[in-house]
Every structure is written in C-alpha cells, then in structure tokens.
C-alpha cells in the first residue's frame, strides 16, 4: 500500500448540498492528485497539487475546488452537488518530480441524488 | 493536446492463450510512460514505468515494451487471476509539467 487513505469511501448525498472529499497521506509526497473516473471516459484529473498552499487546475475542474493546508491532506469540495458528478474518485500521490508514478487510494464512491 | 488510446477495449482470453494489449500516444516530448492494472472497485496499481523507444521491462507473465508512438503490454500464457482492466498514461515533457494522462483501459478477462 502506498499509504493513501480516502474517506468516506461511499458517500450518497442530494442535489445542491456541499460535498468535501478527503485524502490523507503517510509518505509525504509532494504531488497529490483528484481525478474522477466514469465509464467511457476513463480517468480525468480535476485538481493536483504541488505543495501546501500550491494547487493548478486539471481538465475537469469545474464545480470542484481543492485546498492543502498540510502536506499530508488534499480535500476536494464540491459546492454544491450535481447528478453529474456522480462518479469514483480516486486521490494519488507522487513523490519526486520527473518522471515517477502516480500511486493512488481505493477511491471514494460519490453518487448525487 | 495530449492523447492516449488503448485498444481493444475489451479482450476475453483463454487461460494460456497469448496476447497483446496496445496502447498509442500523442505528446508533446514524452517524458514517461506508465502502466497500470485496476481490480473493480480498487485504484489502479503502478506496474511499470517506459521512458524511451527500445525500452522494455518484465514482470511475472506481462512484459511492456516502447516505441515512438506507442506501447505493447505482453501477456504470456496469463492465468485467471489476471484480469483486470489495464490503464496505460502518459506524462508530457514539454512545459516540466507533473500531469499524467491516461487512456480508457483495456479490459482483460482470462477464463479458465
């Protein structure tokens, strides 16, 4: 295990309420990562993170916002929730730059009622 | 914009029977390419890193394999136990930027 923990893994929540995702990490990596996985589409990433306080947009972001105030915590917020977001997300971490893997969670189950 | 197909989508094999999954990439300098294998309901699980044309690395009955437009996974005489759905991505070198962008996967179901 690569030491990434996400909770809630299962979440079912309604239509317009804020939803915050969390990832927690024991290897103190600099990069971590939100991407959504859905079918036909594969995995798309939402936000990363290069450092507390330091985070860019991926190619999905909009309606998600992203904050780390710890190295360790990467939180992902959804405002206020839509159908379409009903989806798995998964957290990954990696640790030096260059050319070294992703290594993710078991992924938080979002389904938006 | 950078790209990655994976093909076939799906590919149901007999337990033993021999195969290839392929993976083509558009990039703009190509600074790794990864694979990666994902049981239902689990994150996908790092099995190798590519970086140059030429490059192979092996691991148990898979061996990956590159090229300057795209990557093989080999499957030699697979077992049950090795389905799975297997993501390729890749990272671009141009901008130093830390993305990583996957294909939609190849589902493998090796029968007994």
């Known amino acids: 295990d690569a030491g990434i923990t996400q909770s809630p893994r299962h979440k079912v929540t309604e239509t317009g309420t804020p939803v915050t995702l969390r990832c927690h990490q024991t290897e103190n990596h600099r990069y971590m990562y939100w991407y959504r996985q859905d079918p036909g589409h594969g995995l798309r990433l939402i936000h990363y993170s290069y450092g507390v306080k330091d985070t860019d947009k991926g190619e999905v972001s909009d309606g998600y916002s992203v904050s780390r105030s710890k190295t360790e915590d990467f939180l992902l917020t959804l405002e206020s929730a839509t159908s379409s977001q009903t989806s798995v997300y998964f957290c990954?971490?990696?640790?030096?730059?260059?050319?070294?893997?992703?290594?993710f969670g078991n992924g938080t189950r979002l389904t938006v009622t | 914009e950078d790209q990655v197909t994976q093909s076939p989508e799906a590919l149901r094999l007999q337990e033993g029977e021999s195969s290839s999954l392929n993976c083509s990439y558009t990039v703009s300098g190509l600074r790794g390419l990864f694979w990666y294998r994902q049981d239902p309901g689990k994150g996908p699980e790092f099995l190798f890193t590519l970086y140059s044309a030429g490059e192979e690395k092996e691991k148990e009955r898979l061996k990956a394999t590159l090229t300057k437009k795209e990557s093989f996974l080999h499957i030699t005489a697979p077992k049950p136990e090795d389905s799975a759905t297997y993501l390729c991505?890749?990272?671009?070198?141009?901008?130093?930027?830390?993305?990583?962008?996957f294909g939609k996967g190849t589902k493998l179901t090796v029968n007994p």
């Open positions: 990954a971490i990696k640790g030096t730059g260059g050319a070294s893997p992703l290594h």
């Open positions: 991505a890749v990272q671009a070198g141009q901008g130093g930027s830390e993305k990583l962008v």
